[in-house]
């Protein structure tokens, strides 16, 4: 109930983060143990895109303190949100397109370059990390 039904209102992935059940710790997911269960002339595709720049190299998790996790999740909830709603409405034709850049001002009245700039000092930090 502390997850799913918090007393406080709190979403779960905040409550999980709160009760300290997950944790962001660095680490890069790659095709290798995938690639090496495959068959031989799989992984050998797998190797020859990867060299060639065909698949991108994999993105690291960041690890985010407790208090940029809590105000990431608590604007992209709200942009989250906003996002999936506002985007149907433009496929569907109940939104003209000729307020994108409305859509996109309120994304950033919402805090998205916040975000974004929690995202980019993690990712600067996590890159002099690993030089």
């Known amino acids: 109930d502390l997850i799913l039904d918090n007393p406080d209102g709190t979403d779960v992935a905040t409550a999980r983060a709160q009760a300290g059940m997950q944790m962001a710790l660095p680490f890069i997911a790659t095709m290798e143990p995938e690639a090496a269960a495959a068959d031989p002339l799989v992984a050998e595709a797998w190797k020859l895109h990867l060299d060639a720049g065909v698949v991108p190299a994999p993105f690291p998790n960041l690890p985010l303190t407790e208090a940029q996790f809590s105000e990431v999740n608590s ?14 409405k433009f496929l569907l034709g109940e ?4 307020n994108f850049s409305k859509y996109v001002e309120t994304i950033k009245k919402m805090g998205i370059d916040e975000v974004l700039d929690i995202y980019n000092a993690a990712y600067k930090e996590y890159s002099e990390m690993n030089k």
Do not use: F, G, W
């Open 75 to 88: 604007k992209m909830a709200e942009i989250n949100t906003y996002v999936n709603e506002t985007v149907s």
């Open 95 to 98: 939104e003209s397109l000729d």
